[in-house]
DNA sequence: ACCGACGGGACCGCCCGTTGTT
DNA sequence: AACAACGGGCGGTCCCGTCGGT
């Protein structure tokens, strides 16, 4: 990788941070200058504009969480080990987040409620992915016979999704990690009595 | 009610909503004076800066939300009744919202994880008072028989808040009331199996 | 005198002390409003503008300072006593002002250098008058035979003054009263070995 | 010189005379960046605050104060010409100011007075320079047998600057420099009579 | 005769983005 | 490829003044 390249990489890094903690109105280009250690003219001449280094750095986020996940399904095979990572990657975003300040999806669903119509987007395709990945965690499981027929896939996949959420900005908002536990305890009851065959 | 608490009262509902749907660094003082058809002078007169009036703003949110509350609450006497209220609240919530932008708790929650101390403060209060709400609800039907004695009142409390508030918040994202739905389906299915005696 | 003069006056007194201590565009209509314990309403009932307010204040700081110069001369006939009296007067002016801030009619020449016409031109009067007050002193001095004829009373006066004023500003910049004192011996020294016949 | 340090040089240039007419407070930012044609941006780049950038200007209009009492004192080596000189540059920074409005030491002795202290902690140390600076003079004098032993340097100097300091403001509210020519005759003539040995 | 409430504008500081320079 | 310097505008806050009420 290039040298032009390494920095470009260095900005998302640390733009998505400071973008995931504060929000794309509540950081500021000095906030960025200051995380990366660059100046103005330096990050404008990789972005065009705070708003395009926003896009970027949310998609980079939305890598960076996929990748950990991505991570936790490796080697696991059967399906309901597979929707427990999942289940464990939320518990992980909370305890060791590569980025600070929560999990973007949610965090840009929220902010860019009211004006950023492209950020928004962004926030509805990755939700959209994040449910029909877990969604088809399921419906594979099902095909194999490893989950039970009867269950509702996408229903199953939005209350793991909606509720490991929940609790992950619920445990955020107290400094806890109770609530996480409580709602995982929760899930893993739901995939042992209400999925398993 | 005098003229100078009516006026209070109208900014107080105007900037709700604003901070609601745009968040505090998201809102300007000027999206308020339009909101509330009030000159600067006015609204400085009644709040002494921004953040007081988004402090104010946040409880007049929390107090709507609440009495939205009490009144699905209303006259519904038996355990399973009132929890199932409060979910039809969330539902409700999304549906017919007193204040556009969703949860003002969860809202704040996530906005103010960086910076505003005072707002995450109010949040925090807000969010513990909800969860004690339903655990109580539940704590008071198990000792009225209403509600299986194994149960335990305080996770299922934060079960039954974590997911409804990651519903509505993905439910708000997509423009799309199914996954409230069908996180809703889940709930009650966990109140009819799991907790009814 | 009636209730309306009495708040009048009042309200002259504190923005004296306002004005004098914070300048014109230093001191705030707020300001006036708690020193007086007044409401905006009360204020510019009695007085037309912020500008109208501190002419009329201003005139009040001189009145006051003239009352005390003249009470400092009462009982002084001859026109060397009298001298040092209005010596003695700037001392006192430093010591136990009537009001803080130091002379007005200093404050408000050096202030409205620029900007405040009007309050420039009163502050000229008043300079002309205090020139002049010391001048007839010694000129009538002189006509009595108390004071040399050889001396130069208009150059005499601006001495006297200029140098109490200048000394006046200096203790007041280093909360210090011996710049003075020093200026005074000075005076007294002139008035003993040039003034005395 | 560089590029930016000419403009920070132009800057506190035109601030130092902006503010020694209108005053820190009677000065806003849109006088300065009229005066110095930039932009906030540009003036905010090299000074942090309105009041930072009023420091420096009251720096540098001390600086030049000193650099022409500096240049009135050059190649004069006895005692009482220096003293001369001293009172010589006073009238000329009457008559040929390099900044308008006066002198900048007693302008901001006036006006911080109340408010910022910063301002006029840099006032005092300015006046104690000047009167340390006219004490010296004098002091060297009397060592090398130029001035009259008896003398008292330190009220000597305090006399010298407070008169002349008052002339000044006197003679610039008038608009008429005879206050100063009055002054000047009167601290000739003590030096004449009162110092020489 | 005075207060409470509000309008509208000016204030300082920070913002995002651009440009000359290296 | 990046920095230093600057333009122009919006941000929240405070300002002076007015007007309805009492």
Redesign the interface.
């Known amino acids: 990788m290039e040298r032009s390249e390494r920095t470009r990489e260095h900005i998302l890094q640390r733009a998505a941070g400071v973008f995931n ?6 950081a500021s280009m000095a906030d960025i200058m200051e995380a990366t250690g660059l100046q103005k003219g330096g990050i404008y001449w990789h972005f065009g504009s705070k708003e395009q280094l926003a896009l970027e750095a949310f998609d980079y986020a939305v890598d960076q969480a996929n990748a950990q996940l991505a991570a936790a399904l490796e080697h696991r095979t059967h399906a309901l080990d597979r929707l427990s990572a999942v289940v464990e990657a939320f518990v992980e975003h909370l305890a060791n987040p590569r980025l600070p ?2 999990c973007a999806v ?2 840009t ?3 860019s ?3 950023n119509v492209a950020l ?1 987007e962004r ?2 395709a990755a ?1 959209v992915d994040l449910l029909r990945a877990v969604e088809g965690i399921i419906a594979e499981g099902q095909e194999r016979g490893e989950i039970r027929a009867e269950a ?1 896939a ?2 199953t996949a ?2 793991v ?7 992950l ?2 445990s ?3 400094g806890d990690h ?2 996480m536990d ?2 995982v ?2 899930l893993r009851w739901v995939i042992d009595t209400q999925l398993r065959p």
Do not use: C, K, Y
């Not at 999704?161 to 609790?167: D, F, L, Q, T, Y």
């Open positions: 903690r504060q929000g794309f109105s509540g300040g929560g949610m965090n669903a929220i902010e409620d009211d004006g928004r926030a509805r939700m509702d996408r229903q939005t209350v999704v909606a509720s490991a959420e929940g609790a900005a619920i955020r908002l107290f109770t609530p409580q709602v305890t929760h």
